[in-house]
């Protein structure tokens, strides 16, 4: 068996590939933090457009009153008392 198939070759680290591609980098960073800020942006949008109608629902759209328990409440639960 060869011994070059065991030969460990040292790594070398070059600064200058990262600072070449410094732009590269920098704005697909950018990109993230501005794709995050959307997509957060968002949620917060959707999130209070979801609650306030759960919130402050009107009775005619009773399923989306949440001080109202969709199953009707205790009144259908059977005591045993005629």
Known sequence: MSNALFRVHEMMFDPNVILRHMPEIISG???KLALWI???LLGVILGFII?????YGSPLHGSFNAAKPLCG???HVRTGVA
């Open 38 to 40: 959307a997509w957060m």
């Open 73 to 75: 409440g205790p009144q």
């Open 51 to 55: 609650a306030t109608p759960r919130r």
């Open 29 to 31: 960073t950018a990109v």
